[in-house]
């Protein structure tokens, strides 16, 4: 096995952090090199034999190295996961082990904003069903067993990568810097993975955008498995392509959209939100030397 042919970057974390955006701003790049499955979530941890017989997921070693085989002469080879922050305790010993000298990247967000975003998503996405607890409920549960509250604890993450891995090859960047300049945002990044870094990536798209539905039933029937949609996709077939049917669906879905302003965070939540992450922003400021304090701030109110 070759070992040019595996990455000499990830980006580790964290969702909801723009990691869509930045996979695609650096793929434009020629000098890099990206996996074609954006999450491949491989170094997530050690894969069980019962778990490697799916057959779309990446858990062997040669699947994983089979994404990067049509690597040629780009300098920069890399893939985005951006749970192997959040699950910081498997994946370093398994980076460690493949990829020690890896470059490592973790875009930070507001972890309040992040929550927000994250449980948008569910909704929207149908994850976990229609009815999405809201985030007090989700932030109030004692033990926190959601993956959206837990998912904005940084600090400790963070600094078991830091004892782990050569300081100089991580690099935090923060979500709020790739919002206000996004080509100096990725500029930078190409500096810091060894790529030119006067290259101009077309930031005018962004991947993601938030929204909610107007009706979740709507929403749930179009996006999910149910006796419904594989009824009338049945008799679609007949008469029209995949690519005509997905176009249909996907305009569909769009008309029952609105707004993520239709469903705004609470002052009482973001309050709350704040008050459960406030240990950990004071933490990340510490080992960062970075002023977080705008993050424990109310909001202003027009």
């Known amino acids: 096995m070759n070992p040019g042919k595996l990455p000499n970057f990830l980006?580790?974390?964290v969702e909801k952090s723009g990691t869509t955006s930045i996979y695609n701003y650096?793929?434009?790049h020629p000098e890099v090199y990206m996996s074609p499955v954006k999450e491949t979530n491989f170094l997530e941890r050690e894969w069980s034999l019962e778990e490697s017989r799916k057959p779309s997921r990446i858990d062997t070693l040669e699947k994983y190295t089979d994404l990067f085989k049509s690597v040629t002469n780009e300098k920069a080879?890399?893939?985005?996961?951006?749970n192997y922050l959040f699950n910081y305790k498997t994946s370093i010993p398994k980076i460690d082990k493949i990829?020690?000298?890896a470059k490592l990247i973790a875009i930070l967000r507001n972890p309040v904003d992040r929550a927000y975003s994250d449980y948008l998503m569910h909704i929207r996405d149908v994850i976990g069903g229609k009815n999405v607890p809201s985030l007090s409920a989700q932030a109030t549960k004692n033990p926190i067993t959601s993956f959206t509250i837990r998912k904005g604890f940084y600090a400790e993450p963070l600094m078991a990568f830091f004892e782990k891995f050569a300081r100089e090859n991580i690099?935090?960047?923060?979500?709020?810097?790739?919002?206000?300049?996004?080509?100096?945002?990725?500029?930078?990044?190409?500096e810091f993975i060894g790529v030119d870094n006067t290259f101009i990536p077309d930031t005018s798209r962004r991947a993601q955008q938030a929204a909610?539905?107007?009706?979740?039933?709507?929403n749930s029937v179009l996006r999910t498995q149910n006796p419904v949609r594989k009824t009338v996709a049945s008799i679609l077939r007949l008469f029209l392509p995949e690519a005509t049917r997905q176009k249909?669906?996907?305009?569909?879905?769009?008309?029952?959209?609105?707004?993520?302003?239709?469903?705004p965070l609470a002052e009482e939540e973001r309050q709350l939100l704040q008050n459960l992450y406030r240990e950990d922003i004071l933490k990340l400021q510490e080992l960062l030397d970075k002023d977080l304090s705008h993050w424990l701030k109310p909001t202003m109110k027009a």
Request: net charge negative.
């Open 11 to 13: 980006i580790i974390g």
């Open 248 to 263: 249909i669906r996907d305009r569909l879905l769009a008309a029952n959209y609105k707004d993520k302003s239709a469903l």
């Open 171 to 190: 690099k935090v960047y923060w979500y709020d810097d790739l919002q206000e300049s996004p080509v100096a945002f990725m500029q930078d990044i190409y």
């Open 77 to 82: 080879i890399g893939e985005v996961s951006p």
């Open 26 to 28: 650096l793929n434009q």
């Open 212 to 218: 909610v539905p107007k009706n979740q039933t709507v």
């Open 99 to 101: 990829l020690p000298n």
